[in-house]
């Protein structure tokens, strides 16, 4: 055999070995779990890889080579206890996990097969299916019931990532480099130039005009981005579709199983959607993808908020300067902004969900080492008088 076939032969053996592996880890969690809807799901799973096994095996077959699997009874046996007992949520997260790899693996064994049209079609086949389970097993790991995580979901998604939602974070994050960025400016130039107002307020305000305008471009160029990727998505769901429809409408029954459905009222209700494809599209990527038109990121939204919050937060420290000069002013912008650092780190659980208090107080003691690191280095490239 050639150095070349003996490595395609290899991987296809390896291909054979992963799929076995992966459908008794689905067979393993199947055999213990109580709930009748995750346990069909997973034996479902379980099928799907043991016929990808099984194609795997007939293509080495046609090659001439035997599949046997070298496995101890002492090793099968751990195996299948770690998988019984390690937590279902722990060994599903692994599994979507290795579902991900799997996938990107048979795309990048394309370019090795492509002068063998038949496995490529094969590899692009279970990339895709693998995509889906790992799809279907992000739902499954959800700990609470099925109809509770697809309501905290769409509010979630409606509460901060709807149209227009994106805004608050932007500006939010905004303010905070903005104020970051031009408190640390302030601070150095006051310790470089003896609190000399002139300098201040100048290098303040080029400050405050960069970091608005870097920001907003940054947030125009990340959401733009981020639409195309959706959109390319999308259409490449629509392709899926078009392509295999019966796999996209058993995939789609899977997820209406994973609501509670079962699998005839599922299969009824995906097969009545796919006679309208808009909306079986739709559903199909909020299902699959988490993602809709609604979610889209608008990107003059996005470099709007950007960079007026950034121009906003920037401004809080200069604020003094206007109407006072020397030691008072400098005093009165620290203490403002520290202020300032409180109320956004305040604001930013709104996000992330954490102590308000704790997070204010992290920002303050942020801002403090900012003021204190700047200032000293204005102080140690003081200009001379």
Not at 91 to 111: F, G, P, S, T, W
Request: charged share 25%.
């Amino acid at each position: 055999m050639k150095p070349q076939a003996n490595s395609f032969v290899q991987i296809l053996k390896q291909n054979w070995l992963n799929e076995k592996k992966t459908a008794r880890a689905y067979r393993d969690l199947a055999e213990i779990e109580k709930n009748p809807y995750k346990k069909e799901i997973l034996i479902k799973l379980a099928e799907t890889e043991e016929k990808h096994a099984l194609r795997w095996e007939k293509e080495l077959n046609a090659l001439g080579e035997s599949c046997v699997e070298k496995s101890s009874r002492f090793k099968r046996s751990l195996e299948k206890w770690i998988n019984q007992n390690l937590g279902f949520k722990n060994v599903i997260q692994r599994m979507e996990n290795a579902e991900e790899q799997d996938k990107l693996k048979y795309l990048q064994q394309k370019e090795k097969f492509k002068d063998s049209a038949g496995i490529v079609k094969i590899l692009d086949e279970f990339a895709r299916e693998e995509k889906n389970h790992a799809a279907i097993l992000h739902n499954l790991s959800r700990e609470k019931p099925f109809s509770e995580n697809i309501t905290e979901r769409i509010l979630s998604r409606e509460k901060w990532h709807g149209r227009g939602g994106n805004w608050i974070t932007d500006s939010i994050y905004g303010i905070n480099d903005g104020l970051g960025a031009v408190f640390g400016i302030v601070s150095g130039v006051a310790g470089a130039t003896e609190n000399q107002t002139h300098y201040i307020v100048i290098s303040g305000l080029a400050g405050m005009i960069a970091s608005a305008l870097s920001m907003g471009a940054g947030a125009y160029l990340a959401a733009k981005s981020q639409k195309e990727v959706y959109e390319a998505e999308i259409s490449k769901e629509k392709r899926e579709i078009e392509e295999n429809p019966q796999e996209e409408i058993e995939e789609m029954a899977l997820f209406y199983q994973l609501q509670g459905f079962n699998e005839e009222e599922a299969k009824w209700i995906a097969e009545k959607l796919y006679q309208k494809p808009e909306h079986f599209l739709s559903a199909m990527v909020s299902s699959e993808l988490g993602l809709s038109q609604a979610s889209f990121p608008r990107p003059w939204n996005a470099c709007l908020s950007a960079s007026l919050s950034t121009a906003l937060g920037a401004f809080i420290p200069l604020i003094p300067f206007f109407f006072l000069s020397g030691v008072w002013a400098i005093t009165l912008s620290f203490f403002i902004s520290l202020i300032a650092h409180f109320l956004v780190g305040a604001a930013k659980t709104l996000i992330t969900t954490r102590s308000w208090l704790y997070s204010g107080l992290e920002m303050t003691v942020v801002g403090i080492i900012e003021a204190v690191v700047t200032y000293s280095l204005g102080l140690l490239f003081r200009l001379p008088a």
